[in-house]
């Protein structure tokens, strides 16, 4: 069994998976940066909060499923996985048509 069950495989179906599973320049670009990006002061800070609140109550390595979720007034909820680490997502995605793309319609 590999160290997280929860985690992605490599039969992604998004667009990015895929490049990245095709790519294999690309993917040790992504994987220093990521990397650098992480072992920042900030982030460790930032994962050893919510790693000391899931021990707190009872979550850490139970495979339920569930994240810590930071809430707009700071405070933290369990959360499902999905959810949580998908919430931003669409907000940073380009439209389709417009200047860039004029052949395809504006949604």
């Known amino acids: 069994m590999s ?3 929860l985690a992605g495989s490599k039969s992604g179906k998004s667009s990015s998976a895929r490049y990245y599973q095709n790519n294999k320049k ?3 670009a992504k994987k220093r940066y990521d990397s650098e990006y992480q072992n920042t002061e900030e982030r460790v800070k930032y994962r050893e909060n919510l790693n ?12 339920d499923g569930k994240d810590l979720s930071h809430t707009t007034d700071g405070d933290l909820v369990k959360e499902n996985q999905s959810t949580n680490r998908g919430r931003n997502r669409g907000k940073k ?3 389709k048509g417009g200047k860039r793309y004029p052949s395809l319609p504006e949604y």
């Open 3 to 5: 160290r997280n069950s």
């Open 26 to 28: 690309a993917r040790d």
């Open 93 to 95: 995605r380009k439209k």
């Open 52 to 63: 000391e609140k899931n021990r707190q109550n009872g979550d850490y390595g139970n495979k």
